[in-house]
C-alpha cells in the first residue's frame, strides 16, 4: 500500500498564523508533501491567500484606523458576516496588513507572531515554493483551494482563470503536476476540467450542501455525493475527494473511541470510483480530537493526533490535512 501524502493545512498552522510564509517554510522543513494555500480575491482582482474573505479573521485589520470604514455587513454563502472583506481592499491596501493567529483562544502560543508577517499572493507562494524545493532539494506540492468561487464569480473577480494562468507562467500543467486544485462547490472544479488536467478535489463539508448548488435551486447535498452514486459522477469531473474525516470515514463511539471496524464504506466506495481519499483536519489539540485520544480536559493541550493519523491510514486514505505536519510525517514513517 502506497504511503499517504502528508498536506501541511495552511503550512505548518499548529505552530505558526496560518497562510504565512512562516507557516508554509515550516511544514516543509517538517517534510510535508505538499502545502495548501486558501485562494481569494482581491478588489483589483489579485489572488492572495487567506483562510476566507473576512480579514478581520486573520489579520490586524481591525487595529489599522484608516481602514474603519471599510467594515460593513455581508451575505456570504447566505449567512450575514460583519467584517472587513477581502474585495474591498487593493493589493496596495493589503500589504499595510499583517496576519494574527486565527484562534488564539486554542493556540496561544502562536499569538507571539501576531503582527510579523505579510499577505501572501499567490504568485509570492509559487516563488517561495521553488526557492524551498532548491533548497530542500525535493519536489513540494501545491494544494490550492478556491473559497467562495460562486460569490466572487458574481462580483465579476472569478478566481479560477487567474489562477490557470499564474499555474501556467509557473509551469505546472498535466495530470502529473505536483499540484490539487480543490474547492467546496461543484460547478467551478466542472469548468477547471475542462480547461485543465491538473488534479483536481471535491471536498466534501460534514453538513449541508455546495454554494453553488443552493443558488441554483438544486436540493444535492454532501451526504447525496459521499454515496457510491454520488461518487461515481464526482470522478467524472475530479480526481479524488477531501471528506471531513469523522462525518464520512469514522467517528468515535460512544466511549469516545476510534473503532476501525466501525469505518463507513467511504473509503472504498471513492476508491471504486477511481478517487483518491484526502480526509481533514487532522490537529492535535485535544479540543479536534476523540475524548479517548485527549490526553487532559485541557482543551489546548496535545494529545494522541499520531494514533488517530495512523488509524485513519491503515484504513486505506491516500493524503490526510493536517496542521501539524511533523506528527503526520511520523505517522507516515510508521505506516507499512
Known amino acids: 500500500m ?20 512562516a507557516s508554509y ?16 480575491s482581491t478588489k483589483d482582482g489579485y489572488l492572495i491567500a487567506r483562510h476566507d ?8 485589520v481591525a487595529t489599522r484606523q484608516r481602514f474603519t470604514t471599510k467594515k460593513t455587513t455581508k451575505i456570504i454563502d447566505g449567512e450575514s458576516i460583519e467584517g472587513w472583506f477581502s474585495e474591498d481592499f487593493t493589493l496596495d491596501e493589503i500589504k499595510q496588513l499583517k496576519a494574527i493567529e486565527r484562534i488564539p483562544e486554542i493556540r496561544p502560543e502562536n499569538t507571539e507572531y501576531d503582527g510579523q508577517f505579510e499577505i501572501l499572493t499567490l504568485d509570492e507562494i509559487i516563488l517561495l ?30 478566481l479560477e482563470p487567474p489562477l490557470l494562468e499564474a499555474l501556467g507562467k509557473a509551469g505546472y500543467a498535466g495530470k502529473d503536476a505536483p499540484i490539487y486544485l ?18 483536481l478535489i471535491q471536498l466534501l463539508w460534514l ?8 443558488l441554483r435551486g438544486d436540493n444535492l447535498t454532501y451526504d447525496d455525493m459521499a454515496t457510491p452514486e454520488g461518487l461515481r459522477k464526482i470522478a467524472l469531473y475530479a480526481d479524488g475527494v477531501g471528506p471531513e474525516k469523522s462525518h464520512f470515514i469514522l467517528a468515535a463511539n460512544a466511549n469516545g473511541q476510534l473503532d476501525p471496524a466501525r469505518a463507513s ?3 472504498t466506495d471513492a476508491h471504486a470510483a477511481g478517487l483518491d481519499v484526502h480526509p481533514y483536519t487532522f490537529r492535535q489539540e485535544n479540543t479536534f480530537l476523540p475524548s479517548a485520544l485527549r490526553s487532559s480536559e485541557d482543551d489546548r493541550m496535545p494529545g494522541g493526533l499520531e494514533e488517530e493519523l495512523s488509524i485513519f491510514m491503515e484504513l486505506g486514505v491516500d493524503g490526510v490535512f493536517t496542521d501539524n505536519p511533523d506528527i503526520g510525517v511520523r505517522a507516515k514513517q510508521g505506516f507499512l
Request: glycine share 6%.
Open 2 to 21: 502506497k504511503k499517504p501524502l502528508i498536506i501541511g493545512h495552511r503550512g505548518a498552522c499548529g505552530y505558526r498564523p496560518e497562510h504565512t510564509a
Open 25 to 40: 517554510r515550516l511544514a516543509v522543513e517538517m517534510g510535508a508533501d505538499f502545502i495548501e494555500p486558501d485562494l481569494v
Open 53 to 60: 474573505n473576512v480579514l478581520n479573521l486573520t489579520t490586524d
Open 129 to 158: 515554493t521553488k526557492e524551498l524545493e532548491r533548497e530542500f532539494d525535493r519536489t513540494i506540492g501545491l494544494y490550492i483551494e478556491t473559497k467562495h468561487p460562486s460569490y466572487f464569480t458574481s462580483l465579476d473577480l472569478p
Open 182 to 199: 480543490q474547492s467546496f462547490e461543484t460547478e467551478n472544479l466542472e469548468w477547471l476540467r475542462s480547461y485543465t488536467q491538473l488534479p
Open 207 to 214: 453538513e449541508g450542501q455546495p454554494a453553488d448548488a443552493a
Open 265 to 267: 464504506s467511504f473509503i
